[in-house]
């Protein structure tokens, strides 16, 4: 898991980098055709059959998905990259507020205060870190940047009812990639594939190796934290997880000479702190709901 929070940071790092040249659009469609590759190449070489009996789930999640990665990808152009990385990683929170909101909707069991409390915390956090770390005109970009993390909260719900139904991984991330190229194609389209307000003029060289970067650091993150799950403990993973806000500071720091505050700092605390008591709240909800 280590390994996948480092890639994943790197592929954050090529985004970045990346946005300077490319729209959103093109962006995504590198990360998912990488990945549709990537997949289909593994599951033919595992003798593993990529067709589904669960189409509309696979589309749920693709969409879902992907335009969480879409508009993560906005705001990593438009924000400090570590600014982007924590507002992704509020997923956990974004799910325990989904746990909370059903448990008060359809009243199957009483709201568990403690996963009040954490989601509370989680979006205290939120206020530090924006508060201090961007300018009026990107709030726009930090509201996105939520959005991004309440979509990928969806995604992960749909990962899991599609992990229940029997669907194996790399069928799940293949149809994933497959939705996100077709998405991104049809924006490509639409929009283009030059970043608005760019330079004109032919791109140079490395900013093609940079677009290759995200869809390939983003595949071999996805290949290491599926098989973090698969040999190690899910809780102990899910925890590990939150070193990839670490990893984007450090990268913030030294590419892009990004500035830390001691409020940002804390909040980045209290949003880790509160992903990791939502995942530890909602595991014994969970191994309920499948009892």
């Not at 605390?269 to 939502?278: D, F, M, N, Q």
Request: charged share 10%; with cysteine; hydrophobic share 55%.
């Amino acid at each position: 898991m280590v390994t996948a929070t480092v890639l994943f940071a790197l592929m954050g790092v090529c985004v970045k980098l990346a946005s300077a040249h490319f729209g959103t659009p093109v962006i995504v469609l590198m990360r998912g055709l990488v990945g549709a590759g990537v997949m289909a190449v593994l599951a033919f070489s595992q003798g593993s059959d990529l067709r589904t009996r669960l189409p509309l789930m696979h589309l749920k999640r693709g969409l879902a998905g992907t335009f969480a990665l879409g508009l993560w990808f906005y705001t990593m152009a438009h924000l400090p990259l570590s600014t982007a990385v924590t507002l992704n990683y509020m997923s956990s929170v974004w799910m325990a507020v989904f746990m909370v909101g059903a448990s008060v909707l359809f009243g199957h069991r009483r709201a568990d205060m403690r996963l009040v409390a954490a989601a509370l915390v989680g979006f205290a956090g939120v206020a530090l870190v924006l508060q201090p770390t961007i300018e009026r005109d990107q709030w726009a970009a930090g509201l996105i940047g939520l959005v991004s993390g309440m979509l990928s909260a969806l995604a992960y719900l749909q990962v899991g009812a599609l992990g229940r139904a029997g669907e194996p991984s790399v069928r799940v991330v293949f149809y994933f990639s497959v939705t996100g190229t077709v998405v991104g194609l049809l924006a490509c389209v639409i929009w283009g594939i030059e970043r608005p307000g760019a330079a004109p003029g032919p791109l140079p060289p490395r900013a093609w190796l940079e677009l290759l970067g995200v869809g390939g650091f983003a595949t071999l993150a996805q290949l290491a934290m599926t098989r973090a799950y698969a040999r190690g403990r899910a809780l102990v993973n899910a925890n590990l997880q939150y070193l990839g806000i670490v990893h984007a500071f450090v990268f913030g720091i030294l590419l892009f000479d990004e500035q830390l505050s001691l409020m940002a700092v804390l909040g980045v605390a209290l949003i880790v702190a509160a992903g990791v008591a939502s995942t530890r709240l909602q595991q014994p909800l969970e191994a309920a709901s499948r009892a």
